[in-house]
């Protein structure tokens, strides 16, 4: 089988696009769409100079998705003095597994030579992620509290850094996923914060054609990117493989996202039948979560405060993260 | 004919497919959707829609969060 660009032997075939590529041609279809988004959704801001950089935090796991987003975004902007790239990574404290992905980070880091920070759950709140997996007070997924703890630790110091964006390594199949949950659970809160945190567009004067609408980025918050949002995960981990690159093959052993799961096998299972049914699920969705953004977007902004302990903002007195980290550790 | 499938840190079976059969039948008594694996020939990637030229395939699971 020929690749559609230049009759090498394909490796992959995109279903979607009905293209066959070869290594060459499909590393620089991914590095393309890559860029583009960055460009999309307007990341690059005018205002950012060699004495005034932006400052991009990228969320390091060491698994495939965020190695490939480190690496594309080193190759882009290493010679840029308007962005400056800084990794951050979380141990959570889960044994051997984490360990592992994060020696792959140093590897990548190093590599790179890219600025890496280590930030752990038992240094910001003194606990072990294997310990709230095995206790698990309040009867949750060890998901539903990594996450709260993962988005603290990552606005705090993104904040610290005096970070512009935070970037993660998000793929089409996380993001598409993302996007049925929140429709099918009809929550049109939870779109509008998906697209003013994360999706919406950065460029405020006005969207051109093909451009995102605008993102409002609340007080605070440091606005979040999802660079590898139109890239299937499978070529992702395809990348990955095929540049050599120090992505750690261990999923999570307290993994639990059940509901996520189903509807990942459902999305597979209709883009078996209909190829393309990612990419169409998030082009509306997008659009669909901008319109619902800029409806729901007046009637929120009130009632949030700061949290009593500590100072978070919170629509509450005690922020979760406060609370979840009170009911493991008493 | 009949080709082996490895699949990388669990079991390897072996398929019996038509001579015209493609690397994505190989997967049909696996239950993966070929959006979830790589097929790879001694090593290197092939696309799913290709016709099977070989008699050892190894697969190779996605492996979520990263």
Same mark, same amino acid.
């Given at each position: 089988?020929?690749?559609?660009?230049?009759?090498?032997?394909?490796?992959?075939?995109?279903?979607?696009?009905?293209?066959?590529?070869?290594?060459?041609?499909?590393?620089?279809?991914?590095?393309?769409?890559?860029?583009?988004?960055?460009?999309?959704?307007?990341?690059?801001?005018?205002?950012?100079?060699?004495?005034?950089?932006?400052?991009?935090?990228?969320?390091?796991?060491?698994?495939?998705?965020?190695?490939?987003?480190?690496?594309?975004?080193?190759?882009?902007?290493?010679?840029?003095?308007?962005?400056?790239?800084?990794?951050?990574?979380?141990?959570?404290?889960?044994?051997?597994?984490?360990?592992?992905?994060?020696?792959?980070?140093?590897?990548?880091?190093?590599?790179?030579?890219?600025?890496?920070?280590?930030?752990?759950?038992?240094?910001?709140?003194?606990?072990?992620?294997?310990?709230?997996?095995?206790?698990?007070?309040?009867?949750?997924?060890?998901?539903?509290?990594?996450?709260?703890?993962?988005?603290?630790?990552?606005?705090?110091?993104?904040?610290?850094?005096?970070?512009?964006?935070?970037?993660?390594?998000?793929?089409?199949?996380?993001?598409?996923?993302? !996007?049925?949950?929140?429709?099918? *659970?009809?929550?049109?809160? &939870?779109? +509008? %914060?998906?697209? $003013?945190?994360?999706?919406? @567009?950065?460029?405020?004067?006005?969207?051109?054609?093909?451009?995102?609408?605008?993102?409002?980025?609340?007080?605070?918050?440091?606005?979040?990117?999802?660079?590898?949002?139109?890239?299937?995960?499978?070529?992702?981990?395809?990348?990955?493989?095929?540049?050599?690159?120090?992505?750690?093959?261990?999923?999570?052993?307290?993994?639990?996202?059940?509901?996520?799961?189903?509807?990942?096998?459902?999305?597979?299972?209709?883009?078996?039948?209909?190829?393309?049914?990612?990419?169409?699920?998030?082009?509306?969705?997008?659009?669909? !979560?901008?319109?619902?953004?800029? *409806?729901?977007?007046?009637? &929120?902004? +009130? %009632?949030?405060? $700061?949290?009593?302990?500590? @100072?978070?903002?919170?629509?509450?007195?005690?922020?979760?993260?406060?609370?979840?980290?009170?009911?493991?550790?008493? | 004919?009949?080709?082996?499938?490895?699949?990388?840190?669990?079991?390897?079976?072996?398929?019996?497919?038509?001579?015209?059969?493609?690397?994505?039948?190989?997967?049909?008594?696996?239950?993966?959707?070929?959006?979830?694996?790589?097929?790879?020939?001694?090593?290197?990637?092939?696309?799913?829609?290709?016709?099977?030229?070989?008699?050892?395939?190894?697969?190779?699971?996605?492996?979520?969060?990263?």
């Amino acid at each position: 089988m020929d690749c559609d660009k230049c009759g090498a032997e394909a490796v992959m075939h995109a279903a979607y696009s009905g293209l066959h590529l070869c290594e060459d041609h499909f590393c620089r279809s991914v590095e393309k769409r890559v860029r583009s988004r960055v460009r999309e959704d307007g990341l690059v801001p005018d205002d950012a100079t060699p004495e005034a950089p932006d400052t991009w935090i990228i969320g390091l796991s060491g698994g495939k998705d965020s190695v490939v987003l480190a690496q594309i975004l080193h190759e882009t902007f290493a010679e840029d003095p308007r962005i400056e790239l800084v990794a951050l990574s979380i141990h959570e404290g889960i044994e051997g597994y984490r360990d592992e992905s994060l020696a792959a980070c140093e590897i990548l880091t190093d590599d790179l030579d890219m600025r890496h920070e280590v930030v752990t759950y038992e240094d910001e709140f003194g606990l072990q992620m294997d310990d709230v997996a095995a206790d698990d007070p309040e009867n949750m997924a060890p998901c539903a509290y990594c996450g709260v703890f993962r988005r603290d630790v990552l606005s705090r110091y993104a904040e610290r850094f005096d970070a512009d964006k935070l970037l993660t390594g998000h793929n089409l199949d996380d993001e598409a996923q993302t !996007a049925l949950m929140n429709f099918l *659970e009809g929550d049109l809160t &939870q779109m +509008a %914060d998906h697209f $003013d945190a994360s999706i919406g @567009g950065f460029d405020t004067d006005g969207a051109k054609a093909g451009q995102p609408r605008p993102r409002h980025v609340p007080e605070d918050m440091v606005p979040r990117a999802k660079p590898l949002r139109d890239v299937p995960e499978k070529e992702v981990a395809l990348y990955a493989h095929l540049r050599d690159l120090p992505a750690h093959i261990t999923e999570c052993p307290h993994a639990s996202e059940a509901y996520r799961g189903e509807i990942q096998q459902l999305l597979l299972t209709l883009e078996e039948n209909h190829p393309g049914t990612r990419h169409s699920i998030m082009s509306g969705y997008e659009e669909l !979560a901008g319109i619902v953004a800029d *409806e729901v977007r007046e009637d &929120q902004q +009130a %009632d949030y405060g $700061d949290c009593d302990r500590c @100072g978070a903002p919170t629509a509450r007195d005690v922020c979760r993260k406060c609370a979840l980290v009170e009911s493991v550790t008493e | 004919m009949r080709v082996t499938v490895e699949v990388v840190g669990e079991d390897t079976h072996e398929v019996e497919v038509p001579a015209d059969a493609t690397y994505a039948d190989l997967l049909q008594p696996l239950d993966v959707s070929p959006h979830e694996i790589s097929v790879l020939v001694d090593g290197r990637p092939v696309p799913e829609d290709a016709t099977v030229d070989a008699e050892e395939v190894t697969v190779l699971r996605l492996i979520k969060g990263g």
